[in-house]
């Protein structure tokens, strides 16, 4: 059988830098509050009429493709998470696909949310680990501003989420023990409004009114204190199930990528983990949350910054709205 492994990773990040000063003449907020709340100190938010979760994932996916010495062509399936697609219909799949110029192969959209990039990379490791793809294009890219509610009473999760789009090529490798070593998958639908954007909703009379856009059901609602919660425990039992299905424990790890929900949560599971900092990476600072996009963000990063070596033993988790979590262990 063979092995999966990243063989390129790339990154995009819109230009404009949105700090948290900036944000405080938007709403009631301030520095303060945000940093020692999230650890969250600036962050991008798309340009219109320059940026597109296509553009975006484009660019990012070109950076990748570079990465891992192929060229668009030889790309054979494409798996993009997302839910802040450019349209309602179709999925950002296919419009990444004819961007790219790969017209024919297969694209597959993924929405779980911030853990959309691992369960998209855990679909494209059973695709490899099959034998019928050889380079699969796994993408997380997102425009959450446009969605964001920057009154005071969305400043809650308005501080917190972010642009920015990240990709990874998983390849199919004879190497022995390398590569994607397990992922596992979970969701508890009870939680599921927890975390949500309520429209535009199918099971109603008309999709859009201006009632209900007044209503804010087009504005992302989340319960933070719940979020945290259940993040802190999930996020846990999630690298703690990789490890024990690979019988290995947490010094053995490398580097520890969490989803980048907010600095508080990574720092707890880093001290619950019994890990030190240099295991765990970080970069929630300087982006805040970009849902599906922040884990191939960071790897990318890692990988510039030599964070990710040949060899190391990586885990990726995440978590968030579903609830639904996850994680994937990996040797570089
Ligand atoms: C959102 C979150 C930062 C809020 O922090 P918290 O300590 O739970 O704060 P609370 O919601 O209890 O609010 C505390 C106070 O701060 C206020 N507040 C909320 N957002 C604020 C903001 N952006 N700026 C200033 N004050 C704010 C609240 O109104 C409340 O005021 P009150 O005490 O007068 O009622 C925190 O719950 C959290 O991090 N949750 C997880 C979010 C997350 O990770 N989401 C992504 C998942 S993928």
Redesign the pocket.
Known sequence: MKNSIISGAGHYLPDRIVTNEE?SSM????DA??VE??GIRERRWFTPGKDTVTSMARAASEMAIKNAGLNNKEIDFIIFATITPDYFIPGNGVLLQRELGLQGIGALDIRN??SGFVYALSVADQFIKSGMYQNILVVGAEIQSSALDKSDEG???????ADGAGAVVLQASNEPHKGILSTHLHADGDHAEE?YVKDPGSSRKVRVSQELIDSGSFNLQ???????KH?VIRFYEVVQEALDANNLKPKDLDLLIP?Q??L??SQYIQEKLGLEENQVFNNIMNYG?T?AATIPIAISEALETARIKPNDLVCLA????GFAWASALIRW
């Open positions: 944000l709403m009631n907020t301030n509050w945000i709340r999230t949310a911030c400043r809650s999760s308005a501080v917190i989420f975390l989340m319960n933070g204190n719940a979020v945290f993040a989803h929900a907010n508080r949560i949350n849902t995440a978590f968030g709205s």
